[in-house]
């Protein structure tokens, strides 16, 4: 079935490191792809987003990009900081409207200081 | 633009008790949708409303949950003789498909539910 498998973590990065969080997914037609960040006691946002192969989703300095050859949607930052730390979630959806998103497992991000 | 509430934020119940949770979705958003997530875990979809019309539902969804979404606007989730299983988040999502940028579902805080 379709699915979406995220790198596991924690991840724990120094301030001003450079991240990449993998994400590559199975899907049986062309998906939209997104990535979710959760702060710590909040709901999910939606942090970017991407609808078709090649496009790149852009937000607060994270970047990714739909890569149908590889099924793949990693994101990237090149300098992260200690308001970066929350879970982050891959997720694809098939479909124009109305079905549901399909998550990974998250991928919790530790920024210190 | 409010964004997405949902009440209560936590529920503590005991085994077998029923219990109900409330979303509000953004006032202009006809689909609204329920997600359960246990930790550890990203969430997972129980079930799907375009305007009052329930028009999906998991696998998830056991015959002790219910759903509804009276006259497309606010939703109730129920949730029958509780059992510890249970104990998750509950996330309530909607949204508004746009013919440019298509679907984007944004989400509530979710209602954190422990079952003793």
């Known amino acids: 079935g379709d699915s979406v498998t995220q790198m596991e973590g924690p991840v724990t990065l120094s301030e001003e490191a450079f991240l990449t969080i993998n994400c590559t997914y199975t899907a049986t037609g062309y998906p939209s792809l997104f990535w979710y960040v959760q702060y710590p006691g909040e709901g999910l946002q939606l942090l970017l987003k991407a609808t078709k192969a090649d496009d790149k989703g852009s937000n607060k300095g994270f970047e990714a990009t739909y890569r149908k050859e590889t099924t793949s949607f990693h994101l990237e930052k090149g300098s992260v900081q200690v308001s970066d730390s929350a879970v982050y979630f891959c997720a694809l959806k098939l479909g124009q409207a109305g079905t549901a998103l399909i998550f990974g497992k998250g991928t919790t991000l530790s920024v210190s200081s | 633009d409010t964004g997405v509430s949902q009440n209560p934020r936590h529920k503590i119940t005991k085994r077998g008790q029923n219990v109900t949770f409330r979303c509000d979705p953004i006032?202009?958003?006809?689909?609204l949708y329920w997600y359960r997530q246990t930790l550890g875990q990203g969430p997972e979809f129980l079930t799907y409303f375009q305007n009052e019309a329930q028009l999906e539902k998991s696998r998830l969804l056991s015959d002790r949950f219910s759903a509804e979404r009276p006259k497309g606007s606010f939703s109730t989730l129920e949730i029958q003789r509780t059992e510890q299983g249970d104990s998750a988040m509950y996330l309530c999502?909607?949204?508004?498909?746009?013919?440019?940028?298509?679907?984007?579902?944004?989400f509530g805080p979710g209602t954190r539910l422990l079952v003793l």
């Open positions: 999502a909607s949204s508004f498909r746009r013919i440019v940028s298509g679907e984007t579902q944004y």
């Open positions: 006032s202009e958003h006809n689909r």
